[in-house]
């Protein structure tokens, strides 16, 4: 868990990781997509005085991506850092109905044991027009024990189902998420860390290669095994 013992520099290290991965990271497919699909998405929500609401915000990846469009950012999270704000669960928000234009939740939703209630409670706190940006594991390993869901496309379109308007989107289709999944489970087993740091320098970048090389042939719009979805939900 990414707690108060971190220090602002590594929270920092810990965002720019997930908004600019390197191509040595296994998860670098989903990453690298997943920070594109974002930035296009907050790139068209119109305002230059923006209530944003981050859910699981404790290094705030993303936050970069508005620039001085923000008039208020509020971070929630179970663990408290520095960058958060609110110290509590996405099933509880303890915000006003309709106070934020923005909420982003990625790599959150997996852990919620009552994911429509929080969506639910995400619709509610949203402004009318209001959008929530989210990212979802679909074929991807459990990393913690404390995550409780995988979401498929229809599971995803049932959980986002208060909201007028759904657009889901594969971070990697099938192929590129078959080369994520490889990357990871040798990830998860690489014992040591002197293999892990070689399988770093040397099977993940070449398997990241592969795998954005396959996606820009296009050979196969299958997502039978994403890795992961995200999703812009409006209001």
């Not at 520099?9 to 998860?27: D, H, V, Y």
Request: aromatic share 8%; with cysteine.
């Amino acid at each position: 868990m990414v707690g108060e013992h971190y220090s602002l520099e590594e929270l920092q290290k810990l965002a720019q990781g997930r908004l600019r991965p390197s191509i040595t990271n296994p998860n670098y497919l989903v990453l690298r997509r997943r920070a594109q699909l974002i930035s296009n998405w907050m790139g068209q929500i119109p305002g230059k005085d923006l209530r944003v609401l981050d859910i699981g915000g404790r290094y705030q990846p993303y936050r970069p991506l508005l620039q001085e469009r923000v008039r208020q950012y509020v971070a929630i999270d179970v663990a408290g850092t520095q960058l958060v704000n609110v110290v509590g669960k996405g099933e509880s928000l303890p915000f006003q109905a309709n106070t934020f234009d923005l909420v982003i939740a990625t790599g959150v939703f997996e852990y919620f044991p009552r994911p429509h209630l929080a969506a639910e409670q995400v619709h509610d706190v949203l402004k009318p027009g209001g959008v929530l940006l989210i990212s979802v594991g679909a074929v991807s390993p459990r990393f913690v024990d404390e995550e409780h869901w995988r979401y498929m496309r229809s599971g995803l379109r049932s959980i986002l189902s208060p909201f007028s308007q759904v657009e889901i989107v594969p971070e990697v289709f099938s192929l590129g998420g078959f080369c994520r999944l490889i990357n990871a489970g040798l990830n998860i087993f690489a014992r040591y860390e002197i293999v892990r740091r070689l399988l770093q320098l040397t099977v993940f970048p070449i398997i990241n290669i592969a795998g954005l090389s396959l996606g820009k042939l296009s050979l196969s719009k299958n997502d039978q095994m994403a890795g992961n979805y995200c999703a812009r939900a409006r209001k």
